[in-house]
């Protein structure tokens, strides 16, 4: 089963907007991800973000974190043409596992 | 260092078959797992494999298996193949140290069930 839900499943922006995604999960968590897919391709890893942090930067990509509201979000900023893709948020429960448990994801598609 | 490569790309098979799919990590992780991508389930865990020994399982039957050998390749293999094995394979390799849950993912393996 799902641990997460992500809003919204499509977004449409033009390139140099911003785009905001959201995940809400169910359990607590150890870690939380957030990785990227193109179109059927193999996921790249984003970002990783641990449950006692807040807020986490990689170059254009804020992530942030609510343990007490069970959710996260990834903002990409000036956003481009090549952001399009599919972005996931993943979940583990535990450091000693390798079991991810991810949201069904949102669909970003970045209008040149 | 080499990514995570899986063979093979594509696949196509017949109901009742069987396959193997397989998957080498990055150097020095030891860590594999694998996971199934479809339009209607989304991304699910199948099972993940450490040092040779299947450390965690997802929710699948057992015509699902896998195995690791001693250079931490992985292989999955599907019998009696159903037409909702039609999927995206992906395996994904971690290593140990502080980034140990952050998983590298290969290609995939895309197998069609006709």
């Known amino acids: 089963s799902q641990q997460g839900e992500e809003d919204p499943q499509a977004l449409s922006i033009q390139e140099g907007e911003n785009a905001t995604m959201n995940c809400s999960y169910k359990?607590?968590?150890?870690?939380l991800q957030w990785y990227r897919q193109n179109s059927g391709r193999g996921l790249v890893h984003l970002i990783l973000i641990r449950s006692n942090e807040r807020e986490k930067h990689s170059g254009r990509l804020r992530v942030t974190l609510d343990t007490s509201k069970k959710s996260s979000s990834l903002l990409i900023t000036a956003s481009r043409a090549a952001d399009t893709a599919s972005y996931f948020c993943a979940t583990d429960r535990s450091s000693n596992t390798g079991k991810l448990i991810f949201g069904q994801g949102t669909t970003l598609q970045v209008k040149p | 260092k080499a990514g995570v490569t899986q063979t093979p790309r594509y696949l196509i098979k017949t109901r009742g078959q069987q396959v193997t799919l397989s998957c080498s990590p990055i150097?020095?992780?030891?860590?594999v797992s694998w996971y199934q991508q479809t339009p209607g389930q989304g991304l699910q865990f199948l099972f993940e494999y450490f040092s040779e020994t299947q450390r965690n399982k997802g929710n699948f039957p057992g015509r699902f298996s896998g195995r690791q050998f001693s250079n931490s390749r992985s292989e999955m293999n599907v019998s009696t193949l159903e037409l909702g094995d039609s999927a995206l394979y992906l395996c994904?390799?971690?290593?140990?140290?502080?980034?140990?849950?952050?998983?590298?993912f290969g290609p995939g393996t895309r197998l069609t069930v006709l």
């Open positions: 150097s020095g992780h030891r860590s």
């Open positions: 994904a390799s971690s290593g140990a140290g502080v980034t140990y849950n952050e998983q590298f």
């Open positions: 359990t607590s968590i150890n870690n």
